[in-house]
């Protein structure tokens, strides 16, 4: 089973001004790294959704009956289950410098698969280079519930972040494709879900909660 790993610590960036929810396109190419706005309240409370730059299905090189996902305001980081081969707290560290305590889980569709948003938000973060052990990764402040959650996307592929910092995205928009970027052992999607922006969470059990019919 592929083991992989991100550094032993991760701490959000200072927020900003308060962005207001509207349709938005990317711009230029984010610069490393960028700390953006706090969330604002957004409306979760929805059947579907219509998302400008929707990951589309593409090719998956592995799948699993790890869970099934569905078209509703919270939603799986991939349209089909995926194989997740580490799980959520301790472990035994894969690497020298690699943690013993695993602060997300990794996911293990193949390379280059998309990785779509888990709910909307506003996007408060992102390292477009390869210089850290997060690698290229993306930041979304969401409110669920009346809670502010962030959701962390990290080793992502150089090249395929699609977000820009203080963007407002829509549950299952783009953020980018599967990489090997920062401290990994492997291509995945190592997804962390913070409460409150910043104590980590079990991110099958809150998803498992959350994303139904």
């Not at 984010?30 to 409370?45: F, N, T, Y």
């Not at 799980?87 to 894969?94: K, L, Q, S, T």
């Amino acid at each position: 089973m592929l083991a992989s790993t991100t550094l032993p610590a991760f701490s959000a960036g200072p927020a900003g001004a308060t962005a207001t929810p509207a349709t938005v396109t990317a711009g230029e190419e984010p610069q490393d790294v960028i700390v953006g706005p706090e969330v604002a309240q957004l409306d979760l409370q929805r059947d579907s959704y219509t998302a400008g730059k929707a990951a589309t299905s593409g090719d998956y090189a592995q799948t699993a009956a790890t869970f099934v996902n569905y078209s509703g305001a919270i939603q799986w980081p991939f349209l089909t289950g995926v194989p997740i081969s580490t799980d959520f707290g301790p472990r035994i560290p894969p690497c020298a410098g690699c943690s013993s305590y695993h602060k997300g889980i990794d996911m293990n569709p193949g390379d280059g698969s998309p990785i779509q948003a888990i709910a909307a938000g506003v996007v408060r973060e992102v390292s477009a280079s390869d210089n850290g052990g997060l690698g290229v990764y993306a930041v979304i402040d969401h409110v669920v519930d009346g809670q502010l959650v962030s959701s962390v996307y990290a080793h992502m592929r150089e090249g395929s972040l699609a977000l820009s910092v203080g963007e407002t995205v829509a549950v299952g928009d783009l953020v980018g494709k599967v990489g090997n970027t920062g401290q990994s052992t492997g291509p995945h999607l190592h997804l962390e879900i913070l409460l409150d922006g910043t104590t980590p969470t079990d991110p099958v059990e809150w998803l498992s909660e959350r994303v139904v019919p």
